[in-house]
């Protein structure tokens, strides 16, 4: 099937650029394929079409044109990379006589399509109602489950509109209590990691840039079986995922993979899934995973950095661990900084290398110390608590080079 965008930017610009091709790969998760692409400098928004009424007939032209040249593959829709009102929806498809979506309803799409827990379906299921709502235009709109109503004073079409809003908000106030009691008890889970000792590390980063991928190859190291759905698509994971790292030599840590970030994500689902990314406000260190063979990587490195200040979580170290180096060809123009890190995490020694990467940032702030370890204090646990530089054995014991966790320090100081 294929698509003519609609999009809102400075012909030629970065932004406009990255804009269209991350909305070519949306509408290719839910089978569209880009025919053409038609935008606008705008700086204000036209209340009717969005868009300038002039553009709006250049596109219609276009459409026309080329679904007479192209009968047997013809344009299906015309995708609005912006979110449309529901009046907006309802004029530019009477003037191009076309199937309009627009941005947020593709990215709905894909969440209901990815949503495998009950949770991630609750937060989908209220993000669609409350788009639905807000979408509501004539009787011709309403909610499939209006029925007749009394009222004298206001025309048939506004009376089924107050009642399909009236009906859907009813139904949002119940699915929320039924996610709020799932809520609840992985508030319980999350307060039990909050209240113990083990460090704990936040993968963010924008979609299909490798946070699932990282997560798998630290957990297989950890000779787990849990590994996490790790698919190269947009939004395929919806829902955080928790995992205690425990590989010998290193401390142990919980790591968390959360939903993928992206530009302009809807209202809806900002509101929907927070509670999802409450996890990254709890975290001691958050890693943010960049593909490093993406144009427009900067732009996205951006887009993460405002959701995580829209989260309040700006205040938490973050380190980078650029991703996919391999598909550069070996070849890149980037030295990393004290914070970064250049792997291939289809490369065993560059996942060793990024969870020493990892444990070495959480643990920079803990007290290092030269201090002999009796044989009789049982060195694994120590070393699943604290991080172990160095150690050589010795008549009473190990002599270890150490950074203690605070957190156990009364454990393993002199006194104790």
Same mark, same amino acid.
């Given at each position: ?15 406009l ?6 909305f ?80 947020? %309803?593709?990215?709905?799409?894909? %969440? ?9 379906? #609750?937060?989908?299921e ?15 709109? =309403?909610y ?15 009376k ?18 039924? #996610? ?5 008890s ?35 190291l =950890? ?100 991703n996919?180096?391999?598909? #550069? ?22 996942? #060793?290398?990024?969870?020493?990467f990892?444990? =070495? ?20 646990t120590f ?17 270890c ?16």
């Amino acid at each position: 099937m294929k698509a003519l965008v609609l999009s809102r930017g400075k012909t030629n610009s970065i932004e406009l650029n990255h804009d269209q091709s991350e909305f070519s790969l949306l509408l290719k998760e839910i089978g569209y394929e880009v025919a053409a692409y038609f935008s606008q400098d705008i700086e204000n928004i036209d209340k009717n079409t969005y868009l300038g009424s002039g553009k709006i007939v250049e596109v219609v032209s276009f459409y026309h044109q080329y679904n007479e040249e192209n009968q047997d593959s013809p344009i299906d829709i015309i995708a609005c990379n912006f979110e449309l009102t529901g009046l907006q929806k309802k004029a530019i498809s009477a003037i191009t006589k076309a199937e309009i979506i627009d941005r947020t %309803f593709v990215i709905l799409n894909i %969440f209901e399509k990815n949503a495998k827990t009950k949770e991630a379906k #609750l937060q989908v299921e209220i993000a669609r109602l409350e788009y639905l709502k807000n979408h509501l235009v004539d009787e011709k709109a =309403s909610y499939s489950q209006v029925t007749s109503g009394s009222g004298h004073n206001k025309g048939k079409g506004e009376k089924q509109i107050e009642l399909s809003k009236r009906q859907i908000s009813k139904a949002v106030l119940q699915k929320k209590k039924e #996610l709020e009691a799932i809520k609840l008890s992985r508030r319980n889970m999350r307060n039990k990691r909050i209240n113990s000792p083990t460090p704990k590390v936040c993968i963010v980063g924008y979609t299909n840039a490798g946070k699932s991928t990282l997560m798998n190859r630290l957990v297989k190291l =950890s000779k787990e079986d849990k590994t996490v759905l790790e698919k190269n698509a947009l939004f395929a994971t919806l829902e955080t995922s928790t995992r205690n790292i425990s590989v010998f030599g290193y401390p142990s840590f919980f790591l968390t993979d959360t939903v993928g970030f992206i530009s302009h994500l809807p209202v809806y689902l900002v509101d929907a899934f927070r509670s999802t990314l409450e996890e990254i406000k709890e975290a001691d260190l958050l890693v943010q995973v960049v593909d490093l063979s993406d144009p427009f990587k900067e732009e996205e490195i951006e887009t993460t950095k405002g959701i995580i200040k829209d989260l309040e979580a700006d205040n938490i170290p973050m380190v980078n661990i650029y991703n996919k180096y391999d598909l #550069l060809g070996g070849f890149a123009n980037f030295i990393p900084q004290e914070n970064e890190l250049l792997v291939s995490l289809l490369d065993e020694e560059d996942v #060793l290398d990024a969870l020493k990467f990892i444990v =070495s940032h959480f643990s920079k702030n803990w007290i290092r110390e030269e201090m002999l370890l009796p044989y009789s204090i049982d060195f694994v646990t120590f070393s699943k608590e604290n991080y172990v530089i160095k150690k050589t054995e010795k008549e009473d014991g190990y002599l270890c080079e150490v950074f203690l966790n605070p957190a156990y320090l009364y454990k393993y100081t002199s006194g104790n």
